[in-house]
T-cell receptor, first 114, second 111 residues
Framework: EAGVVQSPRYKIIEKKQPVAFWCNPI?????LYWYRQNLGQGPELLIR????????DSQLPKDRFSAERLKGVDSTLKIQPAELGDSAVYLC????????????FGEGSRLTVL | RKEVEQDPGPFNVPEGATVAFNCTYS??????FFWYRQDCRKEPKLLMS???SGNEDGRFTAQLNRASQYISLLIRDSKLSDSATYLC????????????FGQGTTLQVKP
């Protein structure tokens, strides 16, 4: 079974440019998370979806960040405009509450803002 | 104060050593707890859930102390392959899907 797929794996942009990340969850996983992980820190939750509904976006910087999950499957996370401090790894994770509730992560998208 | 706190380490131990990590959480109503492992430049992966009565998986033992609001992970007979960052994760009560990660504790096992 395919895992969580994220793209791009790496992205280098100049500040003030836009960037978008894409996530394809494990089939049947209703809950999808976007986390940001800075070097030496644990993942920090940005937004959580239950199907297509964003149920927790309290930590998403809404002035520059946006996310969507159309049809409750794939999701995109966008930053516009990017700032130097946005350099981090953006992790997508999905979860099925039907079983153990284990969180499965994608390999992440590493963003460098110059 | 962070909701989930860990000593970032690093913990440098020789092969065969026993090492323990602690994690404290601030929300007393938190309901479920986990340890995740993250290798360098890789994604986190579930190591084990933490049950109220404590649980063991091979060389790994997890304990939960609700009164003191801390979780522990004990690794016996450390292997070189145990070198990684161990992330403490708490599921916040009343918000079933919200998983809060600690900073992580880095373990380096030396030959």
């Amino acid at each position: 079974e395919a895992g969580v797929v994220q793209s791009p794996r790496y992205k280098i942009i100049e500040k003030k440019q836009p960037v978008a990340f894409w996530c394809n969850p494990i089939s049947g996983h209703n809950t999808l998370y976007w986390y940001r992980q800075n070097l030496g820190q644990g993942p920090e939750l940005l937004i959580r979806y239950e199907n297509e509904e964003a149920v927790d976006d309290s930590q998403l910087p809404k002035d520059r960040f946006s996310a969507e999950r159309l049809k409750g499957v794939d999701s995109t996370l966008k930053i516009q405009p990017a700032e130097l401090g946005d350099s981090a790894v953006y992790l997508c994770a999905t979860r099925s509450l039907k079983d153990t509730g284990e969180l499965f992560f994608g390999e992440g998208s590493r963003l460098t803002v110059l | 104060r962070k909701e989930v706190e860990q000593d970032p380490g690093p913990f440098n131990v020789p092969e065969g050593a026993t090492v323990a990590f602690n994690c404290t959480y601030s929300n007393s109503a938190s309901q479920s707890f986990f340890w995740y492992r993250q290798d360098c430049r890789k994604e986190p992966k579930l190591l084990m859930s933490v049950y109220s009565s404590g649980n063991e998986d091979g060389r790994f033992t997890a304990q939960l102390n609700r009164a003191s609001q801390y979780i522990s992970l004990l690794i016996r007979d450390s292997k070189l392959s145990d070198s990684a960052t161990y992330l403490c994760v708490v599921n916040r009560a009343g918000n079933t899907g919200k998983l809060i990660f600690g900073q992580g504790t880095t373990l380096q096992v030396k030959p």
